[in-house]
């Protein structure tokens, strides 16, 4: 695990930071980082933050058994050895090529946010995602997701344009090496000429839903190529977890994550589920034609959600939505909406490792746009440098907005995964 880094190392993961937010998500962070630019990885966590008030109240009303974090990331380079797939997962950091710089630094901070180094990356990583998830109560489960490759529009996959895959196999049997704790999601690109069998075979291997980066995989969710794949998904019963807005833990065509690219999708009778509720960046508004005027993603994503065929299609995952580049109005706009117009259609997920990102979040500045309680800074950020993941979860429990805060089922979202084929939320 990390406990310490040299100075070298140092300077040269904070001169790459810019490629994990963007510069210009940098500019909107006040008194940035105020918890530090590294996690210290301390454990265990303590007894007294372990049973701390805000801990005990974050969990009050909850039913454990029925909370599921709906967005959880496994990351791996592919050396697990012959324990588990050989080809279960890997970063590709552009070595030798402009990106490079940027991109090593990336992989390092999520390493580091998850709390290992080499070597056995991959096993510590899991290791490390357990011993998180096992500080919850009994019955709190992960959904842990896999990602495939890159592929170009003949099917083929394309090792250049790659920035990180985790396997189908890999995902599920990190999965089945705890099903007390996790579950999992697949990753299946809709151009590959397998798609359908492929999306049957995880579905027989206990897959609950099937993830998607748009922009980092070179997905076109509007795309005639994607009609077979939507189609298998509403047999078998599927939702798609997407990403949509602007991306930037992975680089990529930002133009496929615009969510109006989504209707084709709801229109074939996919439960969709989006990530981030498209909080970040601009996209074309799609509705005037393919040169629309350019519109905040989130007030695409509302349109969506606006549209009463979609009533029981469509859906918002809160994962890395208290980011300091995100947490601005849309935050408010969830906040307001998650008890009223949009009950039973937001599910959270914490992104993690991401919250272990330490410059990515700010817990005081959530205080100071009066969204947290103040008496709540300290605490959470201490519970944070033992476990982002409970520091995630907690947070967003103590959220308010006015008088409007997050209800017990934007938590509670085991449901969702648990439906039968061809079911619409009602």
């Known amino acids: 695990m990390i406990g310490t880094m040299d100075s070298k190392r140092r300077r040269f993961l904070a001169a790459g930071l810019a490629g994990i937010a963007g510069a210009a998500a940098l500019g909107a962070w006040r008194g940035w980082p105020d918890e530090g630019f590294f996690n210290p990885c301390r454990a265990p966590l303590p007894p007294e933050l372990a049973q701390h008030p805000l801990v005990r109240e974050a969990w009050a009303g909850l039913d454990a058994t029925r909370v599921w974090d709906a967005h959880a990331h496994l990351l791996g380079v592919g050396d697990a050895g012959a324990a588990l797939p050989s080809d279960g997962a890997g970063f590709n950091d552009g070595d030798g090529t402009l990106r490079w710089p940027i991109a090593a630094a990336q992989r390092a901070f999520f390493l580091n946010a998850a709390c290992v180094n080499a070597p056995g990356i991959d096993a510590a990583y899991a290791a490390r995602l357990r011993a998180q998830v096992d500080a919850m109560p009994p019955g709190y489960k992960l959904l842990l997701l896999a990602l495939d490759r890159w592929h170009d529009e003949a099917g083929q996959a394309r090792a250049d344009h790659t920035h990180a895959w985790v396997g189908n196999d890999y995902c599920a049997a990190i999965a089945k090496s705890a099903p007390a704790r996790f579950e999992w999601a697949a990753s299946v690109h809709p151009y590959r000429n397998d798609a359908p069998a492929e999306l049957a075979r995880v579905h027989a291997l206990g897959a609950r839903a099937v993830k998607w980066i748009p922009s980092a995989q070179g997905i076109d ?206």
């Open 221 to 426: 969710p509007a795309s005639p190529q994607c009609d077979r794949f939507y189609e298998t998904l509403v047999r078998l019963g599927l939702p798609l977890i997407t990403h949509a807005g602007t991306e930037r833990a992975a680089p990529g065509d930002d133009a496929l994550g615009n969510p109006l690219r989504l209707r084709r999708a709801l229109d074939h009778d996919v439960r969709v589920l989006v990530a981030h509720c498209a909080s970040m960046g601009k996209g074309r508004d799609l509705d005037t034609g393919p040169d629309g005027p350019w519109v905040d993603n989130f007030s695409l994503f509302e349109r969506l959600m606006g549209q009463p065929p979609y009533a029981g299609l469509l859906f918002g995952d809160l994962s890395a939505m208290t980011q300091s580049a995100r947490a601005g109005a849309p935050l408010r706009r969830v906040l307001e909406r998650a008890d009223n117009d949009w009950k039973g259609r937001l599910l959270n997920g914490s992104d993690y490792p991401l919250p272990g990102i330490m410059p990515l979040y700010s817990t005081r500045a959530l205080a100071a746009d009066g969204l947290l309680p103040a008496s709540a800074v300290e605490p959470l950020a201490t519970i944070r440098q033992y476990n982002p993941m409970l520091y995630d979860f907690v947070l967003k429990r103590h959220l308010r907005a006015g008088i409007r805060s997050l209800p017990a089922g934007v938590f509670e979202t085991r449901e969702f995964f648990s439906r039968a084929a061809g079911s619409k939320v009602s």
